[in-house]
């Protein structure tokens, strides 16, 4: 199509050139004497020659820069194309699954996004994926550790069922001892209990 | 003479040289001066006049004052002694300090039922030391000991005055050959420490700037077992306190809560390899014996009874953390705990007829008591932080926890009956998770 264009955009320049020196000739034809009417005739083809080679040179220039706009589309799609990817795998190691207090039930939300961790994995068969369980400060740490070992393995059995490869999926429980929010409030113990995903 | 060679010689003169004095007038323990079934609720006053000192000179002056302040700090510890202020003493310094120069109607006047004296003399390095308690109403001695050592072992030899003074009050040791081993956090590393009974000389047990948890020591204090990510997963190290030796035990998924058990090396242990965290009995090599719960969920947070016939544990099984009690032979398990939705961190007490927990109401966690067969519930912490993992000290008259009341967690001590709280010791970052040991005689 791209093609089509230029060529139709070179052939814009030539005729009305063309058009031009005949109409030219066609004046000198009247003002001058016949004797002299080869010599305009040469060189008015002259012109034409030059003017078509001109035309040529256009035409050429411009298909390279379509070559070039081409090669630069391409590479930009190959980046974009490279950064979903890279997007996908940045989501599938940030979005966290999060549990209520004491909880190591999955929530619908939890869920959905364990359905899209799943479809990240089988559209990588080569990675494999360490669960994190984590919990907010509250509670014994003794006892947050196996609260956090629950919740890797909610999300990991759920994967399971979702045709993941045992192989590919290893889990360990953090407990409270690395929280994403130090905060001692609920928004920041809502944001520490989570399971997050580690690609290795 | 080397350094240990002189080591050495101490320690066999001070074992020899322990030397009761009088010993037909020592008579057996008495309890009558102490209330067992609440010893806290009436302090006994207790007079602690400076020791005197052989010759006078100024190094036995100022090691006579020390030693008497240590003295006076161990006991008032104890919780047992109301310490009687030493502006208030009808006598001079120099006074006598056998019963024969003693008057006792100096002491009876302000109070006192009880009264320690003694004598501090140095030669070269090497301490005498002549302690004594006197009753004032009865006009007699009860515990009089001499003690010989190096100047540096000060502690040791006061300490074993007050061990000697509490058995003969209560029939037990207390609590003077005692460790604490806890977690400190700072910088996002978490290490062991240990300390003695009193807060004094804190070490870092581990030194890998990982996380480290847990720790547990076994019976006769020669082990800690305690929980390590430094092979990047929860692991159970199972470790020899003074040789570099010891197991880990690094099975798939988590591997925590060691508790040992009384008298043997042996120990119960939290494991998910099999899926879900279970109690197993492991030996002290870290080889699995046998698999102790069987309930789908979470099972955690061993406690042995002191006979190591059962344990206490907690569990999630009715949906929350609740404390159980599982007969080992029969594998019987009877829930303890109703009240409240969130009881975990048991310790069962040495005398077994208690078990401590931390539990959490309206939000805030605090230390309760339960008695084994669920009465008797005893909320023994009430304030604005949180008061958490009991554990017991090796004599049952105290209990370490950790609380978050000033701020930053830290390690607190309190009578067994929750009376006279107050912080052990403070380090950098933040401190949780004590762990009393059993009486450490060689250490």
Redesign the interface.
């Known amino acids: 199509m791209r093609k089509k264009y230029w060529i139709a955009l070179a052939l814009l320049f030539i005729i009305p050139g063309l058009l031009f020196t005949t109409s030219c000739a066609k004046k000198t034809v009247k003002s001058e004497p016949a004797a002299k009417a080869p010599a305009a005739t040469d060189e008015a083809a002259k012109k034409a020659e030059l003017e078509k080679q001109k035309a040529e040179l256009a035409r050429q220039k411009a298909l390279e820069e379509q070559r070039l706009d081409q090669e630069r589309l391409a590479k930009a799609d190959a980046e974009a194309k490279k950064k979903t990817e890279q997007g996908k795998r940045v989501r599938f190691e940030q979005e966290h699954i999060y549990f209520d207090f004491d909880k190591y039930n999955l929530k619908p939300e939890a869920q959905s996004v364990l359905k899209m961790k799943a479809e990240f994995m089988k559209a990588n068969p080569n990675i494999k994926a360490r669960i994190e369980g984590h919990c907010d400060e509250r509670g014994t740490n003794e006892y947050n550790l196996a609260l956090g070992d629950r919740r890797a393995n909610s999300a990991k059995e759920f994967l399971l069922n979702l045709g993941i490869d045992e192989s590919r999926l290893t889990t360990i429980s953090h407990g409270e001892e690395r929280p994403i929010d130090k905060g001692k409030n609920e928004a920041a113990w809502a944001k520490n209990r989570r399971a997050q995903f580690v690609v290795w | 003479m080397t350094r240990n060679g002189k080591h050495l010689s101490y320690c066999i003169l001070f074992t020899v040289l322990i030397i009761c004095l009088l010993t037909s007038t020592q008579v057996q323990a008495q309890y009558d001066y102490i209330d067992i079934s609440n010893p806290f609720l009436k302090k006994i006053p207790i007079a602690i006049p400076q020791l005197g000192t052989g010759s006078g000179n100024q190094a036995e002056k100022e090691f006579a004052r020390a030693s008497t302040e240590l003295l006076s700090g161990s006991l008032e510890f104890t919780g047992y002694f109301k310490m009687l202020d030493r502006d208030a003493f009808l006598i001079d310094e120099n006074s006598q300090w056998t019963a024969s120069g003693i008057n006792f109607k100096n002491w009876t006047a302000i109070g006192a039922e009880l009264l320690t004296t003694g004598s501090v003399s140095i030669q070269a390095d090497i301490v005498e030391m002549e302690l004594r308690l006197y009753d004032t109403f009865k006009e007699r001695m009860i515990v009089g000991k001499r003690y010989k050592g190096w100047v540096e072992d000060q502690r040791k030899m006061i300490h074993r005055f007050c061990s000697d003074v509490i058995f003969f009050l209560t029939g037990n040791r207390g609590v003077f050959d005692s460790k604490l081993a806890f977690e400190s956090k700072s910088d996002g590393k978490?290490e062991i420490f240990t300390c003695d009974f009193d807060g004094y000389s804190p070490k870092a047990f581990t030194n890998n700037k990982n996380?480290n948890?847990?720790p547990a020591w076994s019976y006769d204090g020669q082990w800690i077992a305690y929980?390590s990510?430094i092979k990047?997963?929860?692991d159970l190290y199972i470790r020899h306190v003074k040789d570099k030796r010891g197991t880990v035990v690094a099975k798939?998924?988590?591997n925590?809560?060691p508790a040992w058990v009384p008298g043997k090396f042996a120990l119960a242990a939290?494991l998910?390899y099999e899926?879900?965290?279970e109690i197993y009995l492991l030996t002290g090599t870290g080889k699995i014996i046998k698999r102790l719960t069987k309930s789908y969920?979470?099972?955690?947070?061993p406690t042995w009874s002191p006979d190591g016939k059962k344990i206490a544990f907690?569990s999630?099984r009715a949906g929350?953390?609740q404390i159980y009690i599982m007969d080992i032979d029969s594998g019987y398990v009877e829930r303890l705990t109703f009240y409240g939705n969130?009881n975990?961190?048991p310790a069962w007490s040495p005398k077994g007829d208690k078990i401590a927990y931390?539990a959490?109401n309206n939000g805030n966690?605090d230390i309760y008591v339960i008695k084994t067969d669920g009465t008797g519930l005893l909320q023994l912490t009430d304030n604005q932080g949180?008061d958490?993992?009991p554990s017991w000290s090796p004599d049952g008259s105290m209990i370490a926890f950790s609380s978050t009341r000033e701020g930053p967690s830290r390690i607190y001590v309190m009578t067994a009956f929750g009376t006279d709280q107050r912080r052990l010791l403070a380090l950098p970052g933040e401190q949780?998770?004590p762990e009393w040991s059993g009486r450490v005689t060689n250490n």
């Open positions: 978490k996380i948890l847990s929980t990510y990047g997963g929860p798939k998924g988590i925590t809560t939290t998910s899926g879900d965290p969920g979470i099972d955690t947070q907690v999630d929350s953390p969130y975990t961190s931390s959490s966690f949180d958490e993992s949780t998770n």
